[in-house]
């Protein structure tokens, strides 16, 4: 199993708040994307990693709360 560091932040969709939620936590899991299916297959998951990056992201929607998972290996 790898282990990776997870930042996970909820947006607030209120106009006049900008602020976020932000958790962050450390887990082992062999497959990122899987991890994420499993614990949020009923939401709209994207992954959205940028090339040559060691991190995976994944944007994750659920009626229009957006929610950004980043996992970057330990």
């Excluded at 607030?12 to 990122?32: A, L």
């Excluded at 929607?61 to 980043?70: N, P």
């Amino acid at each position: 199993m790898k282990r990776y560091e997870v930042i996970r932040e909820i947006f607030n969709q209120c106009s006049g708040n900008q602020m976020r939620d932000v958790f962050f936590e450390e887990i082992e899991t062999e497959d990122p994307a899987r991890y994420v299916a499993q614990r949020f297959g009923q939401y709209t998951v994207t992954e959205e990693t940028p090339e040559g990056s060691d991190e995976r992201v994944f944007h994750i929607e659920l009626e229009g709360l957006l929610q950004k998972m980043t996992f970057t290996e330990t």
